[in-house]
């Protein structure tokens, strides 16, 4: 901390906080940081926020998938267009003959980023309970369609939002 003088050095009174100026010279290293949290009780932990369960094992949803989707998706097989690991297409003589109407298997998918989910472990005291926030934070929601051979359009079917702390 350093003062800085007054126009008349001997008069403590001219002295205030707002001449007072500091600079930070050095910081401390995080594993310092780290063994002060230990010397003051606190501990390392995996936080969870509890089970989460998308729905894809309901009773239903496995009826349908097996019994409807699957075998559905099964019977276009034979006319699905097939591409080598050189992305070159697969011959099939059905598709030629124009006996077998071809098929791309076009999928969508989609993936939602809050920035409260990435910290995995935290740093407790055992008198205190874990405290987060409580919102999922500012989001980005990802939606995109992709066939065999990469992203539908080259990612121009792609859409991104933006959600700011709990709405969209």
């Not at 926020?49 to 097996?66: A, C, S, T």
């Not at 929601?141 to 539908?152: A, K, N």
Request: glycine fraction near 8%; proline fraction near 4%.
């Amino acid at each position: 901390m350093h003062w800085q003088n007054s126009d008349n050095d001997s008069d403590i009174a001219n002295r205030s906080t707002n001449s007072v100026t500091r600079e930070v010279e050095k910081t401390i290293a995080s594993t310092t940081a780290r063994r002060w949290l230990h010397k003051l009780g606190f501990k390392y932990k995996e936080y969870r926020k509890g089970i989460y369960n998308d729905g894809h094992e309901r009773p239903d949803v496995k009826h349908y998938r097996d019994s409807v989707f699957l075998p559905r998706m099964a019977s276009y097989e034979g006319q699905f267009i097939n591409w080598d690991e050189k992305l070159l297409e697969i011959f099939n003589p059905g598709h030629q003959s124009g006996e077998i109407q071809p098929v791309i298997l076009v999928t969508q998918d989609e993936c939602t980023f809050n920035s409260n989910d990435s910290k995995h472990f935290i740093w407790v005291h055992p008198e205190h309970k874990a405290l987060r926030k409580k919102g999922r934070g500012q989001g980005l929601y990802i939606s995109d369609f992709l066939t065999p051979i990469g992203r539908l359009g080259d990612g121009e079917a792609c859409v991104t939002l933006k959600c700011g702390g709990d709405t969209w």
